[in-house]
């Protein structure tokens, strides 16, 4: 994959988005034992109780636990009479509050691809730690300098959202574009202190587009997928965020090369004061294994996408045969990817790529019901109210140290 060349891509800021609707279920006496897994001997920060039960972990029992709930982002709908329809469901700690959803329009670029933004802002309860979500963006570029003369003549480019064209760049690695996309968007002195390649959203990416397990290339699409270290002042004090992207590349034949058609998607962040990243390593990762689309948006959204995509395709069928040719692609490639999509959230539970994306599939004996919850923990519970207890320690009972109802959740195996 070609790097550098970033110059008209539409960078995404650091993943803050401003205020859209959002739909979240309490979770009941909502408390966390930490942003973080904790001791249970550590006293729990919570904002609620029970006057029977304490609202934090008795001491002496060992392990750790962390008590999440599930939350709702909603996206724009088809009419006036369903203004908003469910889009993402995550998890999230108890405590945290939580702003975001899907914008429709909202890309910069003009790329269709880009139609449907989603932005999300999760936020502790002193407001210290902070997990965020920002719009993918995209762009093309064609190494047929023929091909790309019309990429970069306005008047024979197909246009797209508020009659722009997509940016013109070259295809460029995730660490490229986080350097040259995202870090400028940081304060004055922000540094890079690492960068790692991260296997998990790779994955999560990859499902998404319907493509199978796997790193690299398959068939004519490419993906990769890191996570880099920030550090950084911000109103004087130290912090340090992880930032990472799925970088996703379609190459399709065209004149006497290809045509690169890339989108860096899944763009996310993880903000807290220097010194306190790495112990929320795990919640970083249990946040960003929980996202997952509704299949009703998928259904939805990747309609109205191929719609677009159909109709420009025969708008262009007289005009620019290339171009043409590239939408009617388009279009199938999401229907294509929606129909595996689909697949693949039924049958999740027998996947071999849920190691990979961090997840394991656990099931409600009382109902018969299966979720996917993060793999970092052994046990899981619920409390029948979207609120989700998880630990690694066999002899805990939340039960015994948490206010509220919890049913044990069984590992499939």
Not at 250 to 260: C, Q, T
Not at 349 to 367: E, M, S
Request: aromatic fraction near 8%; charged fraction near 15%.
């Amino acid at each position: 994959m070609g790097s550098g060349g970033a110059q008209g891509t539409a960078p995404a800021a650091p993943p803050t988005p401003p205020t859209a609707s959002t739909s979240s279920a309490d979770a009941t006496d909502a408390l966390i034992a930490a942003p973080v897994a904790t001791p249970h001997s550590a006293t729990a920060a919570a904002t609620g109780g029970s006057k029977t039960k304490p609202a934090h972990a008795s001491p002496g029992a060992g392990g750790s636990y962390l008590v999440m709930k599930k939350v709702q982002l909603t996206g724009p709908g088809p009419d006036a009479a369903h203004p908003t329809v469910p889009a993402y469901d995550l998890m999230i700690p108890s405590t945290w509050k939580i702003d975001g959803g899907v914008k429709f329009g909202g890309s910069p670029s003009g790329c269709f691809s880009d139609i449907f933004a989603l932005g999300l802002r999760a936020t502790s309860a002193d407001g210290a730690t902070v997990y965020a979500a920002g719009p993918d963006s995209s762009w093309q570029y064609a190494d047929d300098p023929s091909v790309l003369q019309v990429l970069n003549d306005p008047g024979k480019r197909a246009l797209g959202v508020g009659g722009k064209p997509c940016p013109v760049a070259k295809p460029m690695k995730a660490e490229d574009y986080i350097r040259q996309n995202i870090v400028k968007l940081y304060p004055s002195g922000t540094t890079v202190v690492s960068v790692a390649p991260f296997p998990e959203l790779n994955e999560i990416v990859r499902k998404r587009q319907g493509l199978p397990p796997g790193n690299g290339t398959t068939g004519s699409t490419r993906t990769e997928a890191v996570r880099v270290r920030l550090a950084y002042q911000k109103d004087g004090m130290d912090m340090e965020d992880w930032v990472a992207v799925g970088i996703v590349v379609n190459i399709y034949p065209a004149g006497r090369g290809s045509f690169y058609d890339s989108h860096a998607t899944s763009l996310i962040a993880f903000s807290a004061p220097k010194g306190k990243l790495d112990e929320n390593d795990k919640l970083f990762q249990v946040i960003t294994s929980s996202i997952q689309p509704e299949p009703q948006w998928v259904s939805y959204s990747s309609g109205v996408l191929s719609k677009l995509y159909q109709a420009q395709a025969q708008k262009l069928a007289t005009i620019n045969k290339m171009w043409a040719d590239f939408y009617t692609k388009a279009a199938q490639t999401v229907n294509g990817e929606t129909a595996n999509m689909m697949q693949g959230a039924n049958t999740s539970a027998f996947h071999a790529d849920q190691n990979i994306r961090g997840v394991q599939t656990f099931v409600d004996p009382t109902t018969g019901k299966t979720q996917e919850l993060s793999n970092l923990y052994d046990h899981a519970w619920q409390n029948g109210s979207n609120g989700y207890i998880m630990s690694n320690d066999p002899g805990f009972n939340p039960n015994q140290h948490v206010s509220g109802d919890w049913s044990e959740l069984q590992p499939v195996k």
